[in-house]
């Protein structure tokens, strides 16, 4: 079990939050004390690259959305329930990445998560 810092908050719930939204993982690799420990910085960077990832899916939907709405009613539905899909899956896997944190696990997202953890190691 990781220690705690100054704080009084462990690395696990250090982790967690930094997946709450992008600005408290990059305040955590910005920052000293927390920007020494690798498994915070592994979920700061995580957070941020997973963020960055279904922000720029989350517009592409949104313009083929914009782009269906010329083509008819079923395209446009089709596309919204797409961007139903995709937002819950997003939700879930956020979830996921934040009780992994909590619980101590390394867990890293596919295609990501090896990038981010040898940006955690620089």
Request: proline share 3%; glycine share 4%.
């Amino acid at each position: 079990m990781p220690d705690s810092n100054r704080s009084g908050l462990s690395d696990n719930a250090l982790g967690a939050i930094a997946y709450i939204t992008f600005v408290p993982a990059l305040f955590f690799l910005a920052i000293a004390p927390y920007n020494r420990k690798l498994y915070v910085r592994f979920h700061a960077w995580q957070s941020l690259i997973l963020n960055i990832v279904a922000l720029c899916i989350w517009w592409v939907l949104g313009a083929c959305t914009a782009c269906a709405a010329f083509h008819g009613l079923t395209a446009l539905m089709v596309l919204d329930w797409v961007r139903i899909v995709f937002m819950v899956a997003f939700t879930l896997l956020w979830i996921w990445c934040v009780i992994s944190a909590l619980n101590g696990r390394l867990f890293k997202l596919p295609c990501i998560g090896a990038w981010c953890e040898r940006q955690a190691n620089k």
